[in-house]
């Protein structure tokens, strides 16, 4: 039997680790932040970090709506409230919550 794999897609990109796609911030009560982009290069709880062509920006996720190229290269939105989490809690919750289902489903 093949190997099944998790991949990312819109409607899961929440549950995966976001470091090394690309970013767009669509929206943001800060508007210096808005339209910034470039590759998700750090991720906490409260912050991702965008390598931009003028350097390494702050994104508070409470601030920010993101649209992130995924790997296949669709574009997925993001409101940043909705992932406020540490990264590893975050998945881990995905997989508690939704992925459970989906992994049975796969077997």
């Known amino acids: 039997m093949p190997e099944k794999k998790w991949s990312i897609n819109a409607s899961n990109v929440s549950g995966h680790e976001l470091i ?6 669509k929206n ?5 932040k808005i339209g910034l982009k470039g ?3 750090m991720e906490t709880r409260n912050t991702i970090a965008i390598e931009t062509d003028t ?3 702050i ?3 409470a601030e920010a709506i993101l649209a992130l190229e995924l790997p296949d290269g669709t574009i ?7 992932i ?10 995905f997989l ?3 992925g459970k289902r989906e992994w049975n489903a796969m077997q």
């Not at 090394?20 to 911030?25: E, H, M």
Request: aromatic share 0%.
């Open 28 to 32: 943001s009560t800060d508007e210096s």
């Open 39 to 41: 590759r998700i290069v």
């Open 55 to 57: 350097g390494e920006k």
């Open 96 to 98: 508690k919550r939704k």
């Open 84 to 93: 406020i989490a540490r990264p590893e809690d975050r998945t881990k919750l």
């Open 59 to 61: 994104i508070p996720k």
């Open 20 to 25: 090394g796609l690309n970013a767009l911030v």
């Open 76 to 82: 997925a939105e993001v409101d940043g409230r909705k």
